[in-house]
Structures are given as C-alpha cells and as structure tokens.
C-alpha cells in the first residue's frame, strides 16, 4: 500500500476541515485533506461573528460571500416563555461596541463551496475524496488508511470530522456525551416587514426559538428547538399551517410569514471530550465541542480552535504534531471551550428547567445585561473575541487613570493653585 507523506492530515471536510486546511496551507505546511466533496443539501445558516469573517477574509475566501451574507447589527432577547418569573428584553446593538456589525449571516451552502473552491485552487492543499477507514499512530505520525486505497502519513493530524469523529476515537480521547431531549428545526422563511439586520431569539420552555436576517431585507433563517415530537409534528404540517405557527411564535414581529421550501429537523446533544489533543490528533470544530444552538457560538469557537492551533504549530514546525504542541493547543483551548460550551449549555437547562431558582437567576442575569450598558458592552466583546472584554476594561481603566493624572498635573502648575 502507497502512504504519502505530508507535514498535516486534515479530516473532514466540512466548514471546520476546509478551514483548517486553507489556514495550514497559508502558514506554509504541506497539507493532505481527506473528506468527501461538499453537497448543497445543508439549508442551515451561519452567523459569523467578526473575528471569523477576518479569519475568512485573510484566507481570501470573504469578498466571494459578501453578497450572499446578512449583516448582523442588531441582536435581542426576547423571553416568550410564560412561566411565572419572566426576563425583561435584551438588545444588543454593535454600535454600542463601536462596530458596524456583530458578524454575517450566511447560508451553508453558500459557505462551503467558497470554502471548497479556495482548497480546490490552492496549490499547498491535496483533497482525497474519500474517508479514513483506519488510523494507526507509530508515536511520530498518525497514519490514515484511505477507504479508497492507499494511506496518509503526518506529523499531526486535525479531527475536523464532526461529532462522532473516529479520529478522536481511535487517538484514545474520551468523550461526555449528553443527548437533550430537544430537536432543532431548520428553514427559511419570508416576511412582510424589514427585518432592519436584527436577530432575535426568543427563550421558550423548549428552547430557543432563533430568527436571523438573510440578505434582501424580507427573508430569514429559522431555527426553532422543540421536543422531537413537536419537531416531527411541524415538519409534517402544510406550508400555510406552518407559516401561521411561525408566525405566532414571533408574536408577529415581521408580519405575515411563509416559509419557504426545504425544512430539517436535528437532534439536539452535547458532546465534551475529556482533552482536545493526544496521539499525533488535535480535535477542532464538532469534534472538540457540540452543544445546543445559542448564542452563535458553534463555528465562530471551531474557527479559533483552528486560528490557534495553526499559531503554535507554525512556532514548532519541526515537529508540529509534537506532545509539546498538544499540550499547549490543549492548555490554550480549554478554558474558552469549557466557558462557551458551559454557559450554553447551562442556559439551555434553565430555559427547560421548571425550577424557580433557576428562573430567577435567568432573569436576574439577564436585567443586568439589559440596565448595565457597561456590562452589556464587556458582554459583546467577549462575545466576538475572548479577553477583548476585559481588555477594554483594563484599556478603560487606565484611560481613566490617565486623565485623572493630566488633571492633576493641571491643577500643580503655577497659577492653578489656591492664594
């Protein structure tokens, strides 16, 4: 059997995989990917939060889907649940952070074949269309056999091949795995009023229930998490009964809805590997974190897994799938990946929770969010970036100290003093 060998071993070809294999190749690594071509079938969207779309930006692929995106620059809150302690609204403008936008929203299928047709071109990049049907490590390459034919030797290889990813099974990683009793339905939909580029997630005791504009003005994404008995009974519904419960669940925020053709329905889990790195793999995207859909966190986390593990892999190029190297990958991700996936996944249960405590805390966090304009910004920047909240903060605070300085200094010159 012929191996080839090569300095990085992306699986999967998904968002996260086509990716991380443009980043690695634009870091000057040789890199082999392995997955199949990119379908069209995919009729969810996703939001894009800035640093992302500047990671996309420098990997030449934004400008091709500019046209095809939505700018978010307005995100709300809305507690439609109708238990007895109730949240107030919270709206989150990106102005209010000095940004234009929080990010884009855009289609998947849109995503992946401008993802697809930069690997394609690019010259650094092997694409085998097929699957890994085995993985072997020798303790300085992982080795995958190809289900068609031959064999791909690396220095690292990066498990981008979603949720189940064998790769992260056959390097030994041990995974938590927790199956919600929720579904997710995914459509499209139109609308009579302007959707002004806000987004607005409504909170419901079966969870979320996440409009996001599309480009035109008068079209959005739907994602609308339910008990998989709800989901299978929306799906089987006529087009004008389904847009009359779309409708309804918005409380008529766009006016008259009608959704369009194509609708999916996904089941709702979260999965926590126990560490992100070992034998020669480094885990990225839904190999590293699945959790429910809230707070445009999913893709916008997996394109910093990979901005990070490019970044120490180009510092050790000698050896980039080194023991060293895993250990840093794993010290740097986790504790963002702990903090996203755990408040996701602890809001998720206090929407399902009928618990008062847990309602009251919900509510109490979020009038916070919506009465503190100081702590909703440091909110927003987290957000977008981690730490770029609290560098704001400190940034503030020594601005603060500064013109506190200046104004002392005034007041010591000749002239400013008491006679």
Do not use: C
């Not at 936008?101 to 855009?106: D, E, S």
């Not at 602890?346 to 008062?356: T, Y």
């Not at 920047?381 to 903060?393: K, V």
């Amino acid at each position: 059997m012929e191996t080839q060998e090569t300095d990085i071993l992306i699986a999967g070809s998904g968002p996260a995989g086509l990716a991380a294999a443009l980043a690695f190749a634009h870091a000057g690594f040789e890199v082999v990917l392995v997955g199949p071509p990119a379908t069209a079938t995919d009729r969810r969207t996703t939001a894009l939060m800035n640093p992302a779309l500047a990671m996309l930006d420098r990997l030449g692929v934004l400008e091709s889907l500019n046209e095809q995106a939505a700018p978010l620059r307005i995100m709300r809150i809305v507690d439609a649940t109708t238990r007895l302690i109730r949240s107030p609204t919270v709206t989150f403008h990106a102005g209010e952070i000095g940004e234009e936008r929080f990010g884009l929203n855009m289609p998947n299928a849109a995503l992946v074949p401008a993802l697809s047709a930069a690997v394609e071109a690019h010259p650094g990049i092997a694409w085998h269309k097929t699957t890994v049907s085995a993985w072997t490590f020798d303790g300085t390459h992982a080795v995958a056999t190809l289900a068609g034919g031959g064999a791909v030797s690396a220095s690292l290889a990066v498990a981008a091949d979603g949720r189940l990813s064998p790769a992260r099974e056959a390097a030994g990683i041990r995974t938590t795995v927790h199956a919600y009793r929720q579904a997710a339905l995914v459509l499209n939909f139109e609308h009579r009023s302007d959707h002004a580029f806000t987004s607005t997630e409504f909170h419901t005791e079966t969870g979320p229930f996440t409009q996001v504009p599309l480009p035109g003005g008068h079209r959005s994404s739907l994602v609308w998490v339910v008990r998989p008995q709800t989901a299978d009974e929306l799906v089987a519904l006529d087009d004008a009964e389904l847009s009359g419960r779309v409708e309804a669940q918005m409380q008529s925020m766009l006016g008259r809805v009608t959704v369009e053709p194509g609708r999916q329905v996904y089941p709702l889990s979260a999965a926590s590997p126990h560490r992100f790195a070992r034998n020669r793999v480094a885990l990225v995207g839904e190999a590293a974190h699945v959790f429910p859909p809230i707070g445009a966190q999913g893709l916008n986390l997996g394109m910093r897994d990979i901005s990070d593990l490019v970044d120490i892999a180009g510092k050790n190029k000698d050896d980039p799938g080194s023991a060293r190297v895993l250990a840093a990958y794993d010290f740097r991700r986790r504790p963002d990946i702990l903090a996203r996936s755990g408040a996701v996944n602890l809001l998720n249960m206090s929407l399902l929770s009928d618990f008062l405590p847990a309602q009251v805390a919900r509510g109490a966090g979020l009038a916070l969010l919506g009465g503190l304009p100081p702590l909703r910004a440091f909110f927003m920047r987290e957000g977008l970036h981690p730490g770029s909240g609290f560098a704001a903060l400190v940034g503030g605070l020594r601005e603060k100290v500064r013109r506190q300085d200046a104004v002392a200094d005034q007041v010591e010159q000749p002239g400013h003093g008491r006679h």
